[in-house]
């Protein structure tokens, strides 16, 4: 896992020098995936590092997970509570619709959730243009394949340096790294709306995911849901597209 970790940590180094840019940015939520690219990118750029926590109605305990990870790591970092830009922006859009009476209810809580996810992806890359950082991105391997994760929200970034590692994989990679085990050992959550988890939305587990990846037998039910998962998203895991030239 060291030598993993060194290769790249040399990766994200090089990514940001061919970028012509000076360092790298990262939204730390309290778990343990940005926990781990806050590690990372510390390592790469020292002096050129930046975690950003961004609480939007989040649970405070999350905020105190989240300077735990700073802590572990020594990185540099802002706060950045976009409670009342969520406020005003949804506020409007839902006011408007509600008056052309064509508001969703139903649809709504998602689409509350997903605007956090892309407040904080603006966010990002605003602070990130003042310091000349690239974004990096939290997705692993089991998210990925999946699609959980927001389109242009926590999705939107420059360089995904975990997209190849599965879940257990960056609990590995926490360990070594020096990751609290209080962050290691909580159960993954978007945090996107209040007792979310990421494994009673998605209806299997990360281990079922990464048992799948590595190409372990998993149950039929749990087949299925990845299946239709990784289906249904895999316009996440490209850029937009146009019609063929005609
Ligand atoms: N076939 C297609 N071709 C092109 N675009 C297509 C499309 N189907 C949908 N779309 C577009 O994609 C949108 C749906 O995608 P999207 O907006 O991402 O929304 P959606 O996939 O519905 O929701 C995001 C999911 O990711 C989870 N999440 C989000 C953020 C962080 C984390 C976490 O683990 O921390 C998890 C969240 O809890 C939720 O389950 C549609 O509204 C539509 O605009
Ligand atoms: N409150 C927050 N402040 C800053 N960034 C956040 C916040 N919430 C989410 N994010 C960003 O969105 C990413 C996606 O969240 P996700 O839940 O997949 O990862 P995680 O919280 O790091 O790990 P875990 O899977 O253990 O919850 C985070 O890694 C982080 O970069
Ligand atoms: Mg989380």
């Not at 990130?128 to 699609?147: K, M, P, Q, S």
């Not at 079922?208 to 990845?226: A, R, T, V, W």
Request: with cysteine; net charge negative; aromatic share 8%.
């Amino acid at each position: 896992m060291e030598e993993k970790i060194a290769k790249l940590v040399q990766w994200i180094q090089e990514k940001v020098k061919d970028s012509g840019l000076n360092g790298a940015i990262v939204g730390v939520s309290g778990g343990i995936d940005s926990a781990v690219v806050a590690h990372l990118i510390k390592r790469a750029f020292p002096e050129d590092s930046l975690g950003v926590i961004m609480p939007c109605k989040s649970d405070p305990k999350d905020q105190e997970y989240a300077l735990e990870v700073i802590e572990s790591c020594g990185i540099s970092h802002t706060t950045i509570d976009l409670s009342e830009t969520h406020t005003v922006l949804f506020s409007a859009m839902e006011k408007q619709l509600k008056e052309k009476g064509e508001w969703n209810e139903e649809t709504s809580r998602l689409g509350d959730a997903n605007t956090r996810a892309r407040l904080r992806m603006t966010t990002l890359y605003a602070v990130a243009n003042n310091y000349g950082y690239l974004v990096v991105g939290t997705d692993n391997a089991a998210e990925w394949h999946t699609g959980y994760f927001t389109k242009y929200g926590d999705g939107g970034v420059d360089l995904v340096p975990l997209v190849n590692f599965t879940k257990g994989e960056v609990r590995e990679m926490a360990k070594v790294l020096g990751v609290p085990d209080s962050i290691i050992n909580k159960p993954p959550s978007a945090g996107l709306w209040e007792g979310q988890t990421d494994e009673n939305e998605m209806g299997t587990t990360y281990n079922m995911i990464d048992s799948y990846l590595k190409g372990e037998e998993i149950p039929e039910k749990d087949k299925q849901i990845i299946d239709r998962m990784h289906k249904r998203t895999e316009h996440k895991r490209q850029l937009a597209y146009g019609p063929p030239k005609f």
